[in-house]
């Protein structure tokens, strides 16, 4: 220790009889003194950042299909894989052709109802009425060509090229053309025109055969199951001969042409996916797919403290499949700088940075925000151009005269 002090004492000495500056050993010295440290210099790029949320992928539609009623099944007209459009009959249960049969009485009881109601009220038959409209359209044109033949007789008599008689005989077949139709109104309204009571009872019946057609209907509708969309068959859990029974899953139906992924979003984020913004799909394979936010949730899922956001993704190519994993990314620009996590302390007033200022360290109080992965979001008490020191902050003391070096 001795001989280094007499070194650079003796050092020192030769600096001053030639009249030179700071010897070489002393900056030496003084450089051992210096903590070499990473520092980040804040630019635009630091304020753009990425937000990630993985989900879980499920088909546009997925239904579990099922009769409406029980009986044995009597056809399965799909399989594990079929494709299949909208409306298409997938199974049937025996009783469907009994159904049907009802249904097609109950059609043919509101036909007759409906024919009832007419002659009942009225004493007139649905034929009869039919021909007295045809009189009454046929009234109507020929109104409409006397009215158009008066017009042409007014100009010629008024120009002198038509006699007044005849004038006047056109008058009069446009006013008999006028009564014509005017009695073939009163006459067809005279049939339709019925006693209120009989006509309620009549209504009735209608309506008592209506609900008999509705009732037949179900029942058919009941014994089938039909596809509800077009899509993908991805289970058929039953077969012919075997018994069904109400609500119970026949046949697993999915839509793949279109796919969305279902994201669980913390409360703090939530904010920032909006309904029919661009963001970029990847899968646990590779995959990687452009979507669409179709749907956040205005309420909060108690059970998970969390909100709901389903993104559309197109699966044209087939490359998405339900139940897969996918990670949901959408760009994010901060008010303020997004800094690693290693650059920001948290001491007795808060948290803080430390920052290089002339080459000495300096201690700023921040208020932060998001936390993302390994990087946090410093919404104040930094500036574009700052050098913000990253790492091993905690051994720092503000006024440390530092050497810093640059990091990315």
């Given at each position: 220790?001795?001989?280094?002090?007499?070194?650079?004492?003796?050092?020192?000495?030769m600096l001053l009889l030639s009249g030179c500056g700071a010897s070489e050993p002393e900056q030496l010295v003084r450089e051992e003194r210096q903590k070499v440290i990473s520092v980040l210099e804040l630019n635009e790029e630091h304020q753009q950042t990425t937000l990630s949320v993985a989900g879980f992928v499920e088909g546009r539609n997925e239904s579990a299909l099922s009769f409406g009623t029980s009986g044995t099944i009597t056809r399965v007209n799909v399989e594990k894989g079929t494709r299949v459009?909208?409306?298409?009959?997938?199974?049937?249960?025996?009783?469907?052709?009994?159904y049907a049969r009802a249904e097609q009485a109950a059609s043919a009881m509101v036909d007759l109802a409906q024919d009832n109601?007419?002659?009942?009220?009225?004493?007139?038959s649905v034929e009869n009425?039919?021909?007295?409209?045809?009189?009454?359209?046929?009234?109507?044109r020929d109104l409409e060509l006397a009215a158009a033949d008066l017009e042409r007789f007014e100009v010629l008599f008024e120009s002198g090229a038509l006699s007044k008689k005849d004038f006047e005989d056109q008058q009069s077949r446009y006013?008999?053309?006028?009564?014509?139709?005017?009695?073939?109104?009163?006459?067809?309204?005279?049939?339709?025109?019925?006693?209120?009571?009989?006509?309620?009872?009549?209504?009735?019946?209608v309506l008592s055969s209506y609900n008999t057609l509705a009732q037949a209907q179900r029942n058919v509708n009941a014994a089938q199951i039909r596809a509800p969309f077009s899509g993908v068959v991805a289970e058929v859990s039953k077969k012919?001969?075997?018994?069904?029974?109400?609500?119970?899953?026949?046949?697993h139906l999915v839509d793949l042409a279109e796919v969305k992924v279902v994201l669980q979003v913390d409360r703090d984020r939530i904010d920032y996916f909006r309904k029919g913004q661009q963001v970029e799909v990847q899968g646990e394979r590779g995959a990687v797919s452009k979507g669409t936010i179709a749907f956040v949730s205005p309420t909060l899922d108690t059970r998970s403290g969390k909100y709901t956001v389903e993104v559309r993704v197109s699966n044209q190519d087939g490359q998405w499949r339900s139940g897969?994993?996918?990670r949901v990314s959408l760009p994010h620009r901060s008010s303020g700088y997004w800094l690693p996590l290693s650059a920001v302390g948290l001491g007795s007033e808060g948290r803080y940075v430390m920052a290089v200022e002339e080459g000495k360290t300096v201690r700023r109080s921040v208020t932060v925000g998001l936390l993302i992965d390994d990087r946090i979001?410093?919404?104040?008490?930094?500036?574009?151009?700052?050098?913000?020191?990253?790492?091993?902050?905690?051994f720092l003391t503000e006024g440390e005269e530092v050497e810093p070096r640059f990091v990315d």
């Amino acid at each position: 220790m001795l001989r280094t002090y007499s070194m650079v004492a003796l050092a020192a000495s030769m600096l001053l009889l030639s009249g030179c500056g700071a010897s070489e050993p002393e900056q030496l010295v003084r450089e051992e003194r210096q903590k070499v440290i990473s520092v980040l210099e804040l630019n635009e790029e630091h304020q753009q950042t990425t937000l990630s949320v993985a989900g879980f992928v499920e088909g546009r539609n997925e239904s579990a299909l099922s009769f409406g009623t029980s009986g044995t099944i009597t056809r399965v007209n799909v399989e594990k894989g079929t494709r299949v459009s909208e409306g298409q009959l997938l199974a049937e249960v025996e009783s469907v052709d009994l159904y049907a049969r009802a249904e097609q009485a109950a059609s043919a009881m509101v036909d007759l109802a409906q024919d009832n109601k007419v002659q009942r009220a009225t004493g007139e038959s649905v034929e009869n009425i039919e021909r007295q409209r045809i009189r009454v359209a046929e009234a109507e044109r020929d109104l409409e060509l006397a009215a158009a033949d008066l017009e042409r007789f007014e100009v010629l008599f008024e120009s002198g090229a038509l006699s007044k008689k005849d004038f006047e005989d056109q008058q009069s077949r446009y006013v008999r053309a006028e009564s014509a139709l005017e009695r073939e109104r009163i006459t067809l309204d005279g049939m339709l025109k019925g006693d209120p009571q009989l006509l309620a009872s009549v209504e009735s019946s209608v309506l008592s055969s209506y609900n008999t057609l509705a009732q037949a209907q179900r029942n058919v509708n009941a014994a089938q199951i039909r596809a509800p969309f077009s899509g993908v068959v991805a289970e058929v859990s039953k077969k012919v001969g075997e018994q069904a029974s109400p609500g119970t899953a026949i046949i697993h139906l999915v839509d793949l042409a279109e796919v969305k992924v279902v994201l669980q979003v913390d409360r703090d984020r939530i904010d920032y996916f909006r309904k029919g913004q661009q963001v970029e799909v990847q899968g646990e394979r590779g995959a990687v797919s452009k979507g669409t936010i179709a749907f956040v949730s205005p309420t909060l899922d108690t059970r998970s403290g969390k909100y709901t956001v389903e993104v559309r993704v197109s699966n044209q190519d087939g490359q998405w499949r339900s139940g897969m994993v996918a990670r949901v990314s959408l760009p994010h620009r901060s008010s303020g700088y997004w800094l690693p996590l290693s650059a920001v302390g948290l001491g007795s007033e808060g948290r803080y940075v430390m920052a290089v200022e002339e080459g000495k360290t300096v201690r700023r109080s921040v208020t932060v925000g998001l936390l993302i992965d390994d990087r946090i979001e410093v919404l104040s008490g930094v500036d574009k151009d700052d050098w913000i020191i990253t790492a091993g902050i905690a051994f720092l003391t503000e006024g440390e005269e530092v050497e810093p070096r640059f990091v990315d």
